[in-house]
C-alpha cells in the first residue's frame, strides 16, 4: 500500500498496439491503448493513479501511483504485432503492513495488536504464551490481529516482548509488566 508499481508487456518487433484490460475491485473494467503508429493513448474508466509511463528505450508500461487496496485485480496486457496477439497476465496482490502496538490493560496485562494488515499478522510472544490471537475482519479487507500475554509461569521475569510477523515486514517491542 502506498508504493508505486510497473506493470510491463513483452513486446514483440512489429508492435502495433497495446491495450491494457484492468479488472479490480475499484469499478468496473479500466482500458489503456496505445497505437505504436499514431503514438496515441486512450483510456476508458481508469482511476487517476493509474496510467502509461514511457521510458527512453523501452516499451510503454502501465505505472499504478500509490498503490491502494482498491487496485487489487487482474491485470492483462494484450499485445498486436504482425506475427499474432500476444497476452501477458498479472494477478496484483496489495500488502498493508499493520500497525503494531503494545501495552498493558486494565489489569496490568500485556496486549499486542497488529492493526489494519492484510494479510493478517502472526503475533507471538516472548516468554512463550498460551494466549490465542483473535481477529477482526475490516470491510476494506484488513485485519486487526490482537493478542493478550497469558503465561503459567513467567520464572522470574517481568518483560515481556510481542514479536510480529507480516509479510511487507517484522516488528518486536518488549514491555514490563
Given at each position: 500500500v502506498?508504493?508505486?508499481?510497473?506493470?510491463?508487456?513483452l513486446i514483440k518487433?512489429?508492435?502495433?498496439?497495446?491495450?491494457w484490460i484492468i479488472n479490480?475491485?475499484?469499478?468496473?473494467?479500466?482500458?489503456?491503448?496505445?497505437r505504436n503508429d499514431t503514438k496515441m493513448t486512450h483510456r476508458t474508466n481508469c482511476s487517476d493513479n493509474i496510467n502509461w509511463t514511457f521510458r527512453a528505450g523501452l516499451a510503454p508500461a502501465l505505472e499504478i501511483q500509490q498503490v491502494g487496496i482498491a487496485q487489487e485485480g487482474t491485470?492483462?496486457?494484450e499485445v498486436a504485432a504482425r506475427d499474432g496477439n500476444f497476452r501477458t497476465t498479472y494477478h496484483l496482490i496489495v500488502l498493508a503492513p499493520p500497525r503494531p502496538s503494545l501495552y498493558c490493560d486494565e489489569q496490568g496485562s500485556p496486549v499486542c495488536e497488529a492493526a489494519a494488515g492484510k494479510p493478517p499478522a502472526q503475533l507471538s510472544w516472548v516468554p512463550e504464551s498460551s494466549s490465542r490471537a483473535e481477529e477482526k475482519y475490516h470491510d476494506n479487507?484488513?485485519?486487526?490481529?490482537?493478542?493478550?500475554?497469558?503465561?503459567?509461569s513467567t520464572n522470574g521475569t517481568n518483560v515481556t516482548t510481542c514479536m510480529v510477523?507480516?509479510?511487507a515486514g517484522n516488528w518486536s517491542q518488549s514491555i514490563a509488566s
Amino acid at each position: 500500500v502506498g508504493d508505486s508499481s510497473v506493470l510491463t508487456c513483452l513486446i514483440k518487433e512489429n508492435t502495433t498496439m497495446l491495450t491494457w484490460i484492468i479488472n479490480s475491485k475499484a469499478g468496473g473494467p479500466c482500458v489503456l491503448v496505445y497505437r505504436n503508429d499514431t503514438k496515441m493513448t486512450h483510456r476508458t474508466n481508469c482511476s487517476d493513479n493509474i496510467n502509461w509511463t514511457f521510458r527512453a528505450g523501452l516499451a510503454p508500461a502501465l505505472e499504478i501511483q500509490q498503490v491502494g487496496i482498491a487496485q487489487e485485480g487482474t491485470y492483462s496486457c494484450e499485445v498486436a504485432a504482425r506475427d499474432g496477439n500476444f497476452r501477458t497476465t498479472y494477478h496484483l496482490i496489495v500488502l498493508a503492513p499493520p500497525r503494531p502496538s503494545l501495552y498493558c490493560d486494565e489489569q496490568g496485562s500485556p496486549v499486542c495488536e497488529a492493526a489494519a494488515g492484510k494479510p493478517p499478522a502472526q503475533l507471538s510472544w516472548v516468554p512463550e504464551s498460551s494466549s490465542r490471537a483473535e481477529e477482526k475482519y475490516h470491510d476494506n479487507g484488513t485485519v486487526t490481529v490482537l493478542s493478550k500475554f497469558t503465561a503459567c509461569s513467567t520464572n522470574g521475569t517481568n518483560v515481556t516482548t510481542c514479536m510480529v510477523s507480516h509479510p511487507a515486514g517484522n516488528w518486536s517491542q518488549s514491555i514490563a509488566s
